[in-house]
């Protein structure tokens, strides 16, 4: 298989090392954990990556914000199954503790990529 434009890019390998990460905890779920928050972790999780893959190989410049914007998103969403699983005791600390560099590694990185581009991050102000 050919490699794609995204391959070289270190978001995209910390956007597959982390959804490694997290689909080898949570295939070692229980089943209930495993149809719910495992389930809806691994798809945020590798929505990331498939966001960045599918943004850099868009021509168009606000295409490709779009999609790196919903990288983002699905970051986010991420952190919070990730939330709900530790809050859930179905993650250790260690694992935690393993997990959370690359979460912030990845956010960092993302938003500076996003910042290259020209654009910064939508950021709602408090109601």
Same mark, same amino acid.
């Given at each position: 298989?050919?490699?794609?434009?995204?391959?070289? !890019?270190?978001?995209? #390998? !910390?956007?597959? +090392?982390?959804?490694?990460?997290?689909? @080898?905890?949570?295939?070692?779920?229980?089943? *209930?954990?495993?149809? =719910?928050?495992?389930?809806?972790?691994?798809?945020?999780? @590798?929505?990331?990556?498939?966001?960045?893959?599918?943004?850099?190989?868009?021509?168009? *410049?606000? @295409?490709?914000?779009?999609?790196? $914007?919903?990288? !983002? +998103?699905? !970051?986010?969403? =991420?952190?919070?199954?990730?939330? $709900?699983?530790?809050?859930?005791?179905?993650?250790?600390?260690?694992?935690? #503790? #393993?997990?959370?560099?690359?979460? @912030?590694?990845? +956010?960092? #990185?993302?938003?500076?990529?996003?910042? +290259?581009?020209?654009?910064?991050?939508?950021?709602?102000?408090?109601?």
């Amino acid at each position: 298989m050919a490699k794609s434009n995204c391959e070289h !890019l270190q978001i995209y #390998k !910390l956007a597959e +090392s982390l959804a490694d990460e997290i689909w @080898d905890i949570a295939g070692n779920w229980e089943q *209930f954990a495993k149809d =719910t928050i495992g389930k809806q972790i691994v798809l945020s999780v @590798d929505s990331i990556g498939a966001n960045i893959a599918e943004g850099t190989e868009r021509h168009n *410049f606000a @295409d490709h914000q779009r999609y790196i $914007r919903q990288a !983002l +998103s699905s !970051l986010n969403e =991420t952190r919070y199954w990730l939330r $709900r699983a530790y809050t859930r005791h179905l993650l250790t600390r260690e694992q935690i #503790k #393993k997990l959370k560099p690359i979460v @912030d590694e990845l +956010s960092l #990185k993302l938003n500076t990529y996003l910042k +290259s581009m020209g654009a910064v991050p939508e950021q709602h102000e408090p109601s």
